[in-house]
């Protein structure tokens, strides 16, 4: 294993954890073009992704106790895309620890959001693998809390969002449907599926029809954005 690069050990103190395996945070600094043998981010970045989700929803049922789930989802949306991803990116200065080849280097691949997103929830996964839940929990807290912070009031409504987006592609208004209503009457569970022209349909539950509604129409917007950042 080679020796720990000088340029991590800066990277560790900004992430707030000393890797006992250095050669995770490598291969999530690793980009395509200078990977060895095949090893590169795509892998780590996919979980990461996930472990970013999951600490924000935690985080956002601490921070906001009193919000419904709509609320949330919207909330949520907002801070896992690709744009929160980024700020966080150039906070920690990440381009600059990047692996590129040279010519991803010289063509900018250290400024390219695209990377710096990707690489940064490579990171977290990262994290995750060599310290446990807590390390990404602390580092994603640490560095998100002030995006929270600055969104005072829920984000736009999803499923007006959802309709500007299809309108603006000119395609067909999102479809909801009722899949099906669980529990008693006083304390239903509404399961929606919400249908966007050329997409595959996404599907949330809550206790209402629209608080259902609201959550699907978040969960579409978090993939499309997905695709239109990638």
């Not at 050329?198 to 978090?222: D, N, W, Y």
Request: with cysteine.
């Amino acid at each position: 294993m080679r020796p720990r690069p000088r340029r991590h050990r800066e990277l560790e103190q900004a992430l707030g954890h000393r890797f006992a395996r250095p050669a995770l945070l490598e291969e999530a600094l690793t980009h395509a073009s200078a990977a060895s043998g095949g090893v590169a981010y795509e892998r780590l970045e996919f979980l990461g992704d996930r472990v970013l989700a999951l600490v924000m929803a935690d985080l956002l049922l601490r921070r906001f106790p009193e919000e419904p789930e709509g609320d949330l989802a919207l909330r949520h949306a907002a801070l896992v895309r690709r744009e929160a991803v980024l700020s966080v990116a150039e906070a920690v200065d990440l381009g600059r620890h990047l692996i590129l080849s040279k010519g991803e280097s010289e063509a900018g691949g250290r400024l390219n959001p695209t990377i710096l997103g990707d690489a940064c929830e490579a990171v977290i996964a990262a994290l995750y693998l060599d310290g446990g839940f807590a390390a990404a929990q602390r580092f994603v807290e640490d560095r998100w809390t002030p995006l929270v912070a600055m969104d005072v009031e829920p984000p736009q409504d999803a499923k007006t969002a959802l309709q500007e987006w299809a309108q603006g592609r000119g395609k067909p208004l999102p479809t909801y449907e009722t899949l099906s209503v669980a529990g008693p009457p006083h304390e239903p569970t509404f399961v929606i599926e919400v249908r966007v022209e050329g997409l595959e349909p996404a599907t949330a539950s809550g206790s209402s029809k629209r608080a259902a509604e609201q959550v699907a129409a978040a969960a579409l917007l978090e993939r499309v954005a997905a695709t239109d950042d990638a």
